[in-house]
């Protein structure tokens, strides 16, 4: 691991893994932490945090307001719950344009309002010039636990289905072309987006979903390397059924990225009960934030612990976990 942190420990990928495992859990590990879920479930409740320090901060799509907001809304999500209340605490450098802030400010306040959440408390902080990038976001959120839901590892099932609520890697691609001034059709953007309210319809038909992930850091790769060595069963993608654009594939080819480990915003992935995945589809289609919704693979027994590909001339190669720093400041 080094002797010293570097950008890719905080990439969503290798590094990052280990410096949990190798430091922190160690230190401060326990029953809750230990679930390694994107929000602790904590009684009936549910809590999450999260740092957001985005660059560029205004990003066709949204900025680090409505992703700070969106980001912890999923988090807390995910886990089973309905979101409620969150927290933001604002660290912002010595000569930021107040204008800028209004626009991040009421950026918030839509993206709060749209998830069904209250900002209840908070804390700002001025540091100095030079000693920040513009202004880091950290929102903390509290959920409620719906009845009857049970969102876990330990859940997961050879044979169950893997789905995905749409396109992967518009964000990405869209703060990509923004740092390196490639040309991006309007319709590519970032998908940030709260996703709590399909979430919640999704559980209405099926609470027996097993896993709910949303693919963010490290993107596929990450979250299927994590979900394949939590339940110790091989996950496998169909690489013809991953919904990916052909500017996004233009862009990774461009960079020479992997579009599995581009992060996004407002995608999840569910891991079902096969003789429900039907009826799950359905409901995420007819969301507006998972109409490209689409099953794209399955739990096996097969590499246990490990995610794979079924790629498009039928082989099958193991999925790594992204190593390094891929794209810096994504989120």
Known sequence: MGNKITLAHGAGGKFGADLLHEIILPELGNEILNELHDGA????????????VVRPIFFRGGDIGKLSVCGTVNDLAVTGAVPKFLSVGVIIEEGFAIDDLKKIVRSMSAAAKEAGVKIVTGDTKVVGKGQA????????????????????????????????????????????????????????KSDCAPLAGMIREMLEVEPEIA????????????VTNEIAG?????????????????????????????????????????????????KILAVMKNHRYGKNSCDIGEVTKDFPGKAGLKTSIGGIRIIDMPVGNLVPRIC
């Open 41 to 52: 479930k904590i009684g009936r409740l549910a809590m999450t945090t999260d740092s957001y």
């Open 133 to 188: 990038d513009g202004i880091f976001i950290n929102t903390a959120g509290v959920g409620e636990l719906i009845d009857g839901v049970n969102i876990s590892a330990k859940k997961i099932l050879p044979g169950m289905r893997i789905l995905i609520s749409g396109f992967v890697g518009d964000h990405s691609a869209t703060i990509l072309s923004g740092r390196h001034g490639l040309e991006l059709p309007e319709n590519i």
């Open 211 to 222: 896993m709910l992930r949303d693919v963010t850091r490290g993107g596929l790769a990450s």
């Open 230 to 278: 939590a339940s110790n069963f091989g996950i496998l993608l169909e690489e013809n059924k991953i919904p990916v654009r052909e500017e996004v594939r233009g862009v990774c080819d461009i960079l020479g990225f992997d579009f599995l480990e581009l992060a996004n915003e407002g995608k999840i992935i569910a891991i079902v009960p096969e003789n429900s995945a039907e």
